[in-house]
Nanobody, 123 residues
């Protein structure tokens, strides 16, 4: 099991930027594919982006070209750079870990989750 702690959320105006971080501990971070999901009030949790152990990336269509996922294995940290933010991006953002997998858009593929960090985009 890997422990995950997100940070970097906050309130930002539309068009602004934020960078989320997810610090991992407990297992070998480099063995995990990692992902970001988000959950808006009253809605289901949805996929945002994923990155494999070797750096292959997947993005949801709604964030492609605006968000960038990256990882620093030396720091055991996952990042999500979010640019051109829109009010529709308002949600709690969660990082998740997939052991020994290639990364996936499916929530069921991820067993370890952080507690989430709130992102609010005002219009």
């Amino acid at each position: 099991q890997v422990q995950l702690v997100e940070s970097g959320g906050g309130l930002v105006q539309a068009g602004g930027s934020l960078r989320l971080s997810c610090a991992a501990s407990g297992r070998t971070f480099s063995n995990y594919a990692m992902a970001w999901f988000r959950q808006a009030p009253g809605k289901e949790r949805t996929f945002v982006a994923a990155i494999s152990k070797i750096g292959n990336r997947l993005y949801a269509d709604s964030v492609k070209g605006r968000f960038a996922i990256s990882r620093d294995n030396a720091k055991n940290t996952l990042y999500l750079q979010m640019n051109s933010l829109e009010p529709e991006d308002t949600a709690v953002y969660y990082c998740a870990a997939q052991a020994y997998g290639p990364g996936s858009r499916l929530i069921s593929e991820y067993k370890d989750w952080g507690q989430g960090t709130q992102v609010t985009v005002s219009s």
